[in-house]
């Protein structure tokens, strides 16, 4: 069964180094997310791309964070200038129609 | 403004009990979705269910059912004859309507419930 697959699983780095998080979606998806779960808190919504283009992004998705389709295949999350409080659970998802979304298994960024 | 509540933050039960997770809902839309996701201490969002706002029919899966009222803007979950293994935080979604100028559909979710379950 097709699944979406993030790289790393866990990523340690320091204070106002720039970090890059990598998602490969499910093949025939056409709508990608990104969300972020501070340890022990709820999944928030970060960003949504489709058709090349964010389509909506929220108040936690400032110019620090950019987000990317570089080669039709891969998703990736860029955070220019890591803040402490950019440590969390990082979860990328997938849907081919936008309502059902197949979520990654999540990267942890750990900001020294 | 779309929000999703679930009061319950902790629930400890025994082995074989049932449990009810409660999950609130506050949206202006008519048309709308709900789910269901477990999250294991391995961390994953593991999907259990999504409802559209048009089918209030209860569903049954295995030992899991969900009871949909949009009266009361509830979406609660049970777990028949809990599990050990069935020990995960539950978290409800809601997502807003598909919108044809532009895809959103981001899922807002509630703050989750610490389901424990003791052997």
């Known amino acids: 069964e097709p699944e979406v697959t993030q790289t790393p699983s866990h990523q340690v780095t320091q204070m106002g180094q720039e970090v890059i998080l990598r998602c490969v979606p499910i093949?025939?998806?056409?709508?990608f997310y990104w969300y972020r779960q501070i340890l022990g808190q709820k999944v928030e919504f970060l960003v949504s791309?489709?058709?090349?283009?964010?389509?909506?992004k929220s108040e936690i998705f400032d110019d620090q964070f950019s987000v990317e389709r570089p080669d039709g295949s891969n998703f990736t999350l860029k955070i220019r200038s890591t803040k402490l409080e950019d440590s969390a659970m990082y979860f990328c998802?997938?849907?081919?129609?936008?309502?059902?979304?197949?979520f990654g298994p999540g990267t942890r960024l750990t900001v020294t | 403004a779309q929000k999703v509540t679930q009061a319950q933050t902790e629930i400890s039960v025994v082995e074989k009990e049932d449990v009810t997770l409660d999950c609130v809902y506050e949206?202006?839309?008519?048309?709308?979705?709900l789910f269901w996701y477990k999250q294991p201490p391995s961390g994953e969002l593991v999907f259990l269910i999504r409802?559209?706002?048009?089918?209030?029919q209860n569903e049954i899966s295995g030992r899991y059912s969900w009871n949909f009222q949009k009266s009361t803007s509830s979406f609660n979950f049970t777990i028949t004859a809990s599990q050990v293994v069935d020990s995960a935080v539950y978290f409800c979604?809601?997502?807003?309507?598909?919108?044809?100028?532009?895809?959103?559909?981001?899922?807002?979710f509630g703050t989750g419930t610490l389901l424990a379950v003791q052997p």
């Open positions: 979604a809601l997502s807003e309507p598909f919108n044809y100028g532009g895809a959103t559909n981001k899922l807002i």
């Open positions: 998802a997938s849907s081919t129609t936008g309502t059902e979304q197949y």
């Open positions: 409802r559209n706002s048009f089918d209030e």
């Open positions: 093949s025939n998806h056409l709508y």
């Open positions: 791309f489709y058709n090349n283009e964010i389509s909506e």
């Open positions: 949206t202006r839309d008519t048309t709308y979705y």
